[in-house]
């Protein structure tokens, strides 16, 4: 099994940029779709980025179209989320999840293992 720490939120001004990292332990990692979600309070957990096992696919929730870019590093076992155009809307915890699936899922429940999670607050 693989095990997932986030890393790379923090607080950050409208229209900024942050880079979360997620690194992966375990050699079975690329093998496994990644996506990135993220819940805010009150809210549900929402799928925000997902990438195919040879990150040759990628998928995009429309809300982050445009501004966000999901990347791997198989032989480093890293997964990326680049944000850009940072907005108070996309405050939320960010977690990364992994699946066996051979492209990326929407569906949270379809993620199997799952990091801690890392805060991001974007101020206005």
């Known amino acids: 099994q693989v095990q997932l720490v986030e890393s790379g939120g923090g607080l950050v001004q409208g229209g900024g940029s942050l880079r979360l990292s997620c690194a992966a332990s375990?050699?079975?990692?690329?093998?496994?779709?990644m996506g990135w979600f993220r819940q805010a309070p009150g809210k549900e957990r929402e799928f925000v980025a997902g990438i195919g096992v040879s990150g040759g696919s990628t998928h995009y929730a429309d809300s982050v179209k445009g501004r966000f870019t999901i990347s791997r590093d198989n032989a480093g076992n890293m997964v990326y989320l680049q944000m850009n155009s940072l907005k108070p809307e996309d405050t939320a915890v960010y977690y990364c999840?992994?699946?066996?699936?051979?492209?990326?899922?929407?569906?949270?429940?379809?993620?199997?293992?799952w990091g801690q999670g890392t805060q991001v607050t974007v101020s206005s």
């Open positions: 999840a992994a699946t066996s699936s051979f492209r990326a899922e929407i569906t949270p429940s379809l993620y199997h293992t």
């Open positions: 375990g050699r079975t990692f690329s093998s496994y779709s």
